[in-house]
């Protein structure tokens, strides 16, 4: 009943401002639909595997008016929360669909409030997902404070319901940030917190230790001919005591024109109990040990035009987690590639 909240609510929100007068004109459609061609391998246990798969997102947004607007947004994929490639979809179809976003963005001023299934409304260095998968959508309640060069966020997640110790788990984030642009150099710096209430009552995490996130990041864009990026972020999770630290670095050169290239490459090492495993990249570790692993990746993005474009990606990580399950192998590692064509309209 959860999944049909958010749209009723929102729905009932807008209907005073859809009655004083024709929505039609107000109303932003959007869809988008991703083929992906992945080949994985993974040393542990001699596996093989080529598949594909095709991701569709359609959505809309309505505009109340000059301060408020809906948002929904319908999706295909394998988990209410996650709308990305499934490893488990070998038949390369959509899982199912349902609804990936569904909330009311209101501006008051400098204030911006925003209610539902929402996009990560945190700041992240280079778009990196050391922390946060790039199809996890928040779903509670966030409000933001954009100033010239600041920008502070708060937000809290509803994630996990807990009835047997009626101790439901919830994302308590912040994040302050720090922009400046000057004539050839824009730059992002800044401090997140992302604390899970109750983690530990509610055995979240593998581990047995409770997860409170701190993040530092930072971003620099050089506006040269050829324009390139540089980026970081490093966790650490102040709840457990050890092995509880990770970071990632990475830049760009390039930018996504129509009919440009662009390419990208970061590295990225994450300990045991750094950040909470079924969050992070789901491209990176393994699906049974997906922190606690180290890697690479290389990506080269070409632009068809406004619509389109075309991307190929490698990937090789070491499974240091699963190496020490498995201490009678050599070396755990994966390697991965990936060929994508997405489309937007």
Do not use: C
Not at 134 to 161: H, M, P, V
Request: glycine share 6%; charged share 20%; aromatic share 14%.
């Amino acid at each position: 009943m959860r999944i049909l909240f958010w749209p009723i609510l929102l729905g009932l929100l807008g209907v005073n401002s859809f009655a004083s007068e024709s929505p039609w004109s107000q109303i932003i459609p959007s869809s988008q639909i991703r083929y992906k061609y992945i080949s994985q391998a993974e040393n542990l246990e001699d596996t093989s595997r080529n598949f594909h798969n095709l991701r569709l997102r359609i959505g809309l947004v309505y505009l109340v008016d000059n301060y408020r607007s809906l948002h929904f947004r319908l999706g295909s994929g394998g988990a209410a929360t996650i709308s990305n490639d499934n490893l488990g979809d070998s038949e390369g179809r959509p899982d199912e669909i349902f609804w990936d976003r569904a909330y009311i963005s209101q501006r008051y001023s400098k204030i911006d409030l925003k209610l539902g299934r929402m996009p990560n409304p945190f700041y992240r260095s280079g778009g990196n997902q050391l922390i946060w998968d790039s199809d996890f959508n928040f779903e509670g309640a966030n409000i933001n404070y954009i100033s010239d060069n600041f920008t502070a966020r708060l937000s809290s997640t509803w994630f996990k319901e807990n009835i047997e110790t009626n101790t439901d788990v919830t994302i308590l984030s912040s994040q302050l940030e720090y922009h400046r642009v000057t004539k050839n150099t824009s730059y992002n710096l800044g401090i997140s917190n992302y604390k899970y209430q109750f983690a530990k009552e509610a055995n979240l995490s593998t581990y047995g230790d409770d997860v409170n996130l701190l993040e530092l990041f930072f971003n620099i864009d050089f506006k040269t001919s050829i324009p390139f990026a540089v980026w970081t972020s490093v966790v650490n999770n102040l709840a457990a005591s050890e092995d509880n630290r990770g970071f990632i670095v990475g830049s760009t050169i390039g930018n996504n024109m129509p009919s440009t290239w662009k390419l990208g490459m970061s590295y990225r090492e994450i300990e045991l109990k750094s950040i909470y495993g079924p969050l992070t990249d789901n491209t990176f570790g393994s699906e049974n040990y997906p922190t606690d692993a180290s890697g690479g990746k290389v990506w080269l993005r070409y632009t068809l035009d406004a619509k389109s474009y075309i991307k190929m990606a490698a990937y090789a990580i070491e499974l240091n987690r699963a190496q020490k399950a498995n201490p009678d192998r050599n070396k755990a590692s994966k390697d991965r590639y990936e060929m994508e064509y997405v489309l937007s309209f």
